[in-house]
């Protein structure tokens, strides 16, 4: 059977070859109007960025820079979503206060230590998300008074999966606003603005 069939040609490998890794166009500019999936990240067509929950904080924040991103998904050991870190959770409060309770050094605080836990993580599904516009999700970051939310696809048999990602920031840049603070008061009055320069 096999003899029906002729090999392709093949060659070596050059040196310094890179890989392909999926890309998402988001649009440049959406209105408030436009439907929620042109601002949020599909982890069907991105590779979403993720660290242990037992990394160093600061190998995980050396992770967010090199990456370019501001949020890790954060996995357990049976590569289950066990929480979310944040830029905010690195460079905020939460290790002080974690160093003020725990003592040790900077260099002793885990992801774990600072990351927001699954349990505490308020999702949207994705039936809702393909029937919503930008300004609703906009309204339910606000609402939750949180910079990030995932958005999750829920099988027959009950168990979600992360299928994607809301980020007020990058909304705020798809909105017009020029983001100049990641704090989420300023995001939101920033967001504001553009909407009523209209």
Same mark, same amino acid.
């Given at each position: /059977? +096999?003899?029906?069939? &002729?090999?392709?040609? &093949?060659?070596?490998?050059?040196?310094?070859?890179?890989?392909?890794?999926?890309?998402?166009?988001?649009?440049?500019?959406?209105?408030?109007? *436009?439907?929620?999936?042109?601002?949020?990240?599909?982890?069907?067509k991105?590779?979403?960025?993720?660290?242990?929950?037992?990394?160093?904080?600061?190998?995980?924040?050396?992770?967010? +820079?090199?990456?370019?991103?501001?949020?890790?998904?954060?996995?357990?050991?049976?590569?289950?979503?066990?929480?979310?870190?944040?830029?905010?959770?690195?460079?905020?409060?939460?290790? /002080?206060?974690?160093?003020?309770? /725990? $003592?040790?050094?900077?260099? *002793?605080?885990?992801?774990?230590?600072?990351m927001?836990?699954?349990?505490?993580?308020?999702?949207?599904?994705?039936? *809702?998300?393909?029937?919503?516009?930008?300004?609703?999700?906009?309204?339910?970051?606000?609402?939750?008074?949180?910079?990030?939310?995932?958005v999750?696809?829920?099988?027959? *048999? $009950?168990?979600?999966?992360?299928?994607?990602?809301?980020? =007020?920031?990058?909304?705020?840049?798809?909105?017009?606003?020029?983001?100049? &603070?990641?704090?989420?008061?300023?995001?939101?009055?920033? +967001?504001?603005?553009? =909407?009523?320069?209209?």
């Amino acid at each position: /059977m +096999i003899k029906e069939y &002729s090999a392709l040609r &093949s060659s070596l490998l050059k040196a310094g070859s890179s890989f392909v890794r999926p890309v998402q166009k988001l649009p440049e500019r959406v209105k408030l109007s *436009d439907p929620a999936t042109s601002v949020m990240t599909d982890l069907n067509k991105v590779s979403v960025v993720s660290v242990r929950a037992k990394t160093s904080m600061d190998k995980a924040n050396a992770k967010m +820079i090199r990456y370019g991103v501001r949020t890790l998904l954060v996995l357990d050991d049976n590569d289950q979503a066990a929480g979310l870190l944040t830029a905010s959770d690195v460079l905020g409060e939460k290790p /002080m206060h974690f160093l003020q309770n /725990m $003592g040790g050094t900077h260099a *002793d605080i885990m992801v774990r230590d600072v990351m927001t836990t699954q349990r505490e993580l308020e999702v949207l599904k994705i039936e *809702d998300v393909q029937n919503a516009q930008v300004g609703q999700i906009v309204a339910s970051l606000k609402k939750s008074r949180r910079q990030h939310v995932l958005v999750v696809a829920e099988g027959a *048999d $009950g168990k979600q999966a992360v299928c994607g990602l809301f980020s =007020i920031t990058q909304i705020a840049r798809q909105l017009g606003a020029q983001v100049q &603070s990641f704090e989420l008061a300023h995001t939101f009055a920033e +967001i504001e603005a553009v =909407i009523a320069r209209g």
